[in-house]
């Protein structure tokens, strides 16, 4: 056996990574029950996966299952600052699997393990965000005639794959895992709204109750967190570009208005627009001293911060996740996780319990890919809605939650167009 490739913080950390992994899989039986069958069956057998995604312990379940599949894997983190280095250790020396990923790397050591990961010449990818697919469009093309497609975890890498797509140029189908009902309905509502305000609250231990919390962005990360800010006592703002999703904000209860107005009276700023500068100059301007801002968006250019930086007149990191800005009017700013995912760089992520939804409609899409790329136009497509109501039957089943079944009369008077008043 060739020897096993990798770059991690410390092989030594690998016995906490595994305990962690064990622990996060008590939440996951959908997951359970897919890895059971990938291990008969080996579904993905002759498959090399490429995967670019958080790497953590749900993600490494995952990683997990797509081997005992059949699937050889590398993995390289989605992001700098959300790898859980114990993690990534027990990868290596516990699944085998070839990782490249340390929290805190920089951008240079972040696309160096983007492409480690082209070098083990994957033929399918798994993206958290579409940086493996765009270095391969971009930069590793000889790749493309050996892969026969692709899997995408979120908003802002599927807006990307449209936008490549929409040129002609994306090279092989992508399954946009993001857009099943069993994605983003749960992970990006109850997974983003949970674990952002757990990151906002490890990086600062604030009190919710009594603070008026803006909320950049009304998608579904955006209504999950506003919703739990909500049920934790605080008066929520949303701002919006979209006029449907504001005025849904506006129904829901919310107070909605212009950033910069809310810039004058927000204690803590959450941005999830998948656009950037959701918290630029104008807002910067009006900011209250003392007010935190968060992003929980893909990626770090939702908050201007090299205009707070141009504004500051000094800054420090006060507290691990915490810089302090102050400006040369003598405000001060507080700036969490250096502006990248809270949620990742200063907790722990999704909870498992969702993450078995995600990562299931990652491990069918793998199949489905395997099974079907003939079939699939270079472009993005849905996950097929059979997949996405069978994972939401496995996570019923799972919570032990029964429901109704239609009875032959009602399936006829569903499908029928003639039986009126
Ligand atoms: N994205 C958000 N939370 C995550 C988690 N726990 N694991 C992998 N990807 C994630």
């Not at 299952?65 to 990868?91: F, R, Y």
């Not at 952002?196 to 950049?216: F, P, Y």
């Amino acid at each position: 056996m060739t020897e096993l490739k990798y770059d991690v913080k410390d092989l030594g950390l690998a016995s906490e990574g595994i305990r962690r992994i064990e622990w996060s899989q008590k939440e996951m039986p959908v997951l359970g029950q897919i890895h059971k069958r990938f291990i008969k069956e080996k579904p993905l057998s002759g498959m090399r996966i490429g995967a670019c995604l958080h790497v953590t312990t749900e993600t490494a379940y995952l990683a997990k299952i797509l081997k005992d599949g059949g699937a050889e894997v590398a993995m390289c983190a989605s992001n700098p600052l959300s790898t859980q280095d114990d993690v990534a250790a027990a990868l290596v020396s516990e699944y085998e699997i070839p990782t490249f990923s340390i929290r805190g790397e920089d951008n240079n050591t972040y696309y160096q393990h983007l492409s480690e990961i082209c070098d083990f010449e994957p033929n399918m990818t798994m993206d958290d965000g579409a940086d493996m697919v765009a270095m391969i469009h971009q930069e590793r093309t000889s790749l493309i005639d050996n892969i026969i497609g692709g899997s995408e975890e979120t908003t802002t890498g599927i807006i990307r794959l449209r936008s490549l797509a929409s040129q002609n140029k994306l090279m092989y189908p992508v399954i946009a895992v993001n857009d099943a009902d069993t994605k983003h309905l749960f992970d990006n509502r109850y997974g983003t709204g949970q674990s952002t305000l757990d990151g906002i609250t490890r990086a600062t231990n604030i009190l919710w109750a009594g603070k008026t919390v803006v909320v950049a962005g009304y998608g579904w990360c955006g209504k999950g967190i506003a919703q739990r800010a909500d049920g934790m006592g605080s008066h929520v703002i949303v701002t919006e570009v979209d006029p449907v999703r504001a005025l849904e904000a506006v129904m829901d209860g919310y107070r909605v208005m212009k950033m910069e107005d809310a810039a004058k009276i927000g204690d803590v700023f959450i941005t999830v627009t998948g656009g950037m500068n959701a918290v630029g100059i104008d807002a910067i301007k009006n900011l209250k001293s003392g007010a935190i801002i968060a992003n929980s968006g893909h990626f770090n250019v939702e908050i201007d911060i090299e205009s707070l930086e141009k504004e500051s007149d000094s800054s420090k990191q006060i507290l691990n996740s915490v810089k302090q800005y102050t400006l040369y009017d003598g405000r001060q700013i507080f700036l969490l996780g250096e502006g990248r995912l809270i949620n990742l760089a200063a907790a722990e992520g999704h909870p498992s319990g969702v993450m078995d939804l995600s990562f299931a409609g990652q491990a069918l899409a793998a199949e489905f890919i395997k099974n079907n790329n003939s079939q699939l136009s270079n472009s993005v497509h849905s996950l097929p809605t059979e997949l996405d109501k069978e994972i939401a039957r496995l996570k019923l089943q799972g919570m032990s939650v029964d429901i109704d079944i239609l009875s032959e009369e009602q399936e006829k008077y569903l499908n029928s167009w003639d039986i009126g008043t």
